[in-house]
């Protein structure tokens, strides 16, 4: 800590962000404030008051006051952009949080504006083969999936799957990866399933035999990548259980083979 107020400032944020994962979020949102106070002693639109706004309208969100969440998002956003060029990493954390902010009142076209702003500053400073870039593929991805607009949701679940497997084929959105506990990350679950979701709603809306073919391949890396995970936290002895690959996954993958071969 440089001045008696900044090391003030870091304790209120470290005492809030404590309370925010314990999801005492009437605490966190306290401190939030008392942090953010000090600071503002220091100079309204100091760039560190950005991430203590994003914390603050975050922790509202979760806490339902939609009102107080807006206000000081875009309040992290307006010092973002003061303080850093519009296509920094700062501004893009605030267009982030902006598209998780509309999500929750389901204005997925206002989300996906943001998201697409966050998505072309993490591709510039990150490059396509990033997993901060293939979060953002999967939430656009499930933008247009809420609109019905299921190859342009396809295209943003394969591309986050080439994020994090670079091996894969960006044009060819059939072409399955060839997955080792070399490239295996822990995210690639949940994007696997994705797509496999997503063969099968395109199947299901007129489509052709090929998605379905491409939504069982999908199903099955899906249980391939399931039982890896189990194997990898067995050999570490872990207690933790494994997240994000549910029976209702397994059950769909079934019915989807008895499409295929019946």
Same mark, same amino acid.
Do not use: W
């Given at each position: ?29 306290? &401190? ?19 991430? &203590? ?90 933008? &247009? ?118």
């Amino acid at each position: 800590c440089f001045t008696f107020t900044s090391c003030f400032d870091l304790r209120f944020n470290l005492l809030a962000n404590a309370h925010h994962e314990l999801k005492e979020y009437d605490k966190a949102i306290k &401190y939030y404030h008392q942090a953010i106070d000090v600071l503002k002693r220091n100079g309204e639109d100091l760039p560190v008051l950005a991430d &203590y706004f994003n914390n603050l309208g975050t922790t509202y969100l979760l806490d339902k006051d939609y009102e107080k969440a807006q206000l000081y998002l875009k309040a992290g956003l307006r010092i973002n952009l003061m303080n850093n060029p519009p296509d920094s990493y700062e501004a893009s954390k605030s267009y982030h949080n902006l598209g998780s902010f509309y999500t929750e009142f389901n204005k997925y076209d206002s989300a996906i504006y943001y998201y697409q702003k966050c998505l072309k500053n993490r591709v510039k400073i990150f490059g396509t083969n990033s997993v901060t870039v293939a979060y953002t593929h999967s939430y656009l991805g499930r933008m &247009y999936e809420h609109f019905d607009s299921l190859h342009l949701a396809l295209k943003h679940y394969h591309m986050a799957l080439h994020s994090l497997v670079k091996e894969v084929d960006e044009d060819d959105v059939y072409a399955a990866p060839i997955i080792t506990q070399k490239n295996y990350k822990s995210y690639l679950l949940d994007i696997v399933i994705q797509k496999a979701h997503i063969f099968r709603k395109i199947y299901m809306s007129k489509g052709t035999l090929s998605d379905l073919e491409a939504a069982l391949t999908y199903y099955n890396l899906g249980d391939f990548l399931n039982d890896l995970s189990r194997r990898s936290l067995n050999q570490e002895d872990s207690k933790l259980f494994l997240e994000g690959y549910h029976e209702a996954d397994f059950a769909q993958g079934i019915k989807v083979a008895y499409l295929v071969y019946n």
